[in-house]
């Protein structure tokens, strides 16, 4: 019953992202990579310290585990939030979403190698067909011609920062797994969205552009947008997110968050009105065959 929890939350944690991707994507056409996301790790902070205050979970809480797993939730949060997010949103700025949800499919496998790596979970040849099959579409994405304002330069560039991100977010969840287990799961989103933002804010404050970075809480029409974008990305999602590594095992949740693509590539369709080509197409279904096949084989 918990694996079907954690299956579940991993889902619902791919459609709540893929919407408020769209939503980054309009906020960060005025609002810089790092103010962006030093300002939905905000709102999130805020939510899930309000969560837990009027769920009566106080910082004691904390006492009754080891100073070691708080600390490994804080330098996973530094790797997977502070880095890995502000990195994916110098991507989503220069491909869009259609075609940064296609570099997004190199997370699931990236999941599986680092749950290998340091979790001792057993690969299959079909994690290995999988892979590649994800790795071909990304590959795909590459010749996907690039937005209207984009040079085929940025659009690599583009597509390197996004496999980077994908593979800091994914060491980063992954080295937090087992502290997961046991731990309570909002203490540990917010232990993470709290270091992943302390290191942003001393960035920002020693930036020359600091004045700019700051800007982006100030109230202004573009609030509209972010606030939103931050509820579902940083706080909805995040928590779903943080649920589906907890209650399942990290490959199958990895590879169920991959499934973000669809829904993503359909909201930049109707709300962007990006275009879906023949070639966006066959990326995504190579990238999709890839999750598919990781999915079927026994993890």
């Known amino acids: ?112 190698f680092f749950s290998w790596w340091l979790l001792l979970e057993e690969l299959s040849v079909s994690h290995y067909l999988g892979a590649g099959l994800i790795l071909a579409g990304v590959l795909m994405a590459s010749r996907v011609a690039p937005p209207p304002d984009r040079t085929r330069g940025q659009l690599v560039l583009g597509i390197l920062l996004g496999v980077s991100s994908m593979a800091m977010m994914a060491f980063g969840i992954v080295l937090a797994k087992p502290v997961l287990d046991d731990f309570p799961l909002l203490w540990a989103t917010l232990l993470r969205l709290l270091a992943g933002t302390l290191i942003l804010a001393l960035l920002a404050l020693g930036s020359s552009r600091r004045r700019a970075l700051w800007s982006a809480f100030r109230p202004s029409a573009v609030w509209r947008v972010s606030i939103p974008a931050s509820v579902l990305g940083a706080y909805l999602a995040m928590v779903l997110w943080m649920a589906g590594f907890k209650y399942t095992r990290a490959a199958l949740a990895g590879i169920l968050n991959q499934t973000t693509i ?38």
């Not at 790092?34 to 205050?53: C, D, H, M, R």
């Not at 949060?77 to 502070?82: H, L, N, P, Q, T």
């Open 1 to 112: 019953m918990e694996d079907l929890l954690g299956q579940a939350c991993a889902l619902a944690a791919a459609i709540t992202w893929a919407f408020a991707l769209v939503l980054f994507k309009r906020s960060g056409e005025q609002i810089p990579p790092l103010a962006l996301n030093l300002f939905k790790n905000a709102v999130g902070i805020v939510l899930l310290a309000l969560t837990l205050l009027a769920m009566g979970e106080g910082v004691s809480v904390l006492g009754g585990f080891p100073s070691g797993d708080v600390y490994i939730l804080l330098l996973s949060g530094i790797i997977g939030i502070a880095l890995a997010d502000t990195v994916f949103f110098h991507s989503l700025n220069l491909l869009g979403v259609g075609v940064v949800s296609i570099v997004d499919c190199a997370y699931s496998p990236l999941v599986i």
């Open 262 to 299: 669809i829904f993503a590539i359909i909201f930049a369709s109707l709300l962007l009105k990006e275009p879906f080509t023949r070639r966006k197409a066959v990326a995504v279904a190579l990238a999709l065959a890839g999750v598919v096949l990781v999915t079927v084989a026994p993890v």
